[in-house]
């Protein structure tokens, strides 16, 4: 699994061709397939909980197709809030320009890989199967109301609105601490706080705490 894991994120870095990174996108392609297929959820969560023990030592120089496979499996699994909070962390650590870069580049792709999922959230909330199926944390709700509401997001509320306060619906999130005044945009309700105790709170002005803190991480370092 390790040396899998190795293959698809071009481990160790400085021994990278053009050999090593039709290999590594083969193999994520395999794996995006597999994710897919019944019985495959074990695996398929090693190889999630093994990329994310390692990111620290691949992100930085990480290609588009590894950082898209980690966001898959994550939202496979509901752990995509732990995606998230990964890369912040990283942001923060960050000791040289290129490094930075590097996860900034993450920071994209991420926020990219959510707005694409507006492609598999729209069929969910009218009725349809998604694409992505999970009997355990995929199964649970934020609530019906969120559902409909994301459905319509196309990505977080921050992105278009920054701090600006803006009357929109929005959540608040028991298990992450945003309380009261504090809370997330429909979309980072549904996505980066899936399985958590998430409740609605009221239709007002506000702006997504949730995507300030990505924001903020980015803008320090």
């Known amino acids: 699994l390790s040396v899998l894991v190795e293959d698809i994120c071009l481990l160790p870095k400085g021994h990278q061709n053009s050999e090593d990174m039709e290999l590594s996108q083969n193999m994520a392609r395999l794996v995006s397939y597999l994710v897919s297929i019944p019985g495959t959820s074990e695996g398929c969560k090693s190889i999630l909980i093994e990329m994310l023990h390692k990111f620290d030592q691949w992100a ?45 580049d993450c920071v994209k792709d ?33 609530e019906k109301r969120a559902t409909s509401l994301v459905a319509e997001s196309r990505t977080c509320s921050f992105v278009e609105t920054g701090e600006g306060f803006t009357e929109q619906h929005w959540y608040n999130c028991y298990t992450c601490g945003l309380l ?17 105790d998430v409740g609605y709170s009221r239709k007002s002005s506000f702006f997504c705490d949730c995507g300030a803190e990505v924001a903020t991480a980015v803008e320090e370092n």
């Not at 930085?60 to 509901?78: D, E, M, N, Q, Y």
């Not at 707005?115 to 944390?137: M, T």
């Not at 009261?180 to 958590?196: E, I, N």
Request: charged share 20%.
């Open 180 to 196: 009261w005044d504090k809370g997330c945009c429909s979309l980072c309700a549904r996505v980066c706080h899936q399985g958590h």
């Open 110 to 142: 991420f926020f990219a890989f959510l707005v694409s999922l507006d492609e598999i959230i729209k069929p969910a909330a009218l009725g349809a199967s998604s694409p992505i199926r999970d009997s355990g944390n995929m199964k649970q709700r934020v």
């Open 60 to 104: 930085s120089s990480a290609p588009k197709h590894t950082i898209k496979l980690v966001c898959l499996l994550a939202s496979r699994f509901g752990s995509l809030d732990e995606v998230g909070k990964t890369i912040v962390s990283l942001l923060q650590k960050a000791t040289d320009d290129s490094e930075l870069s590097g996860y900034v």
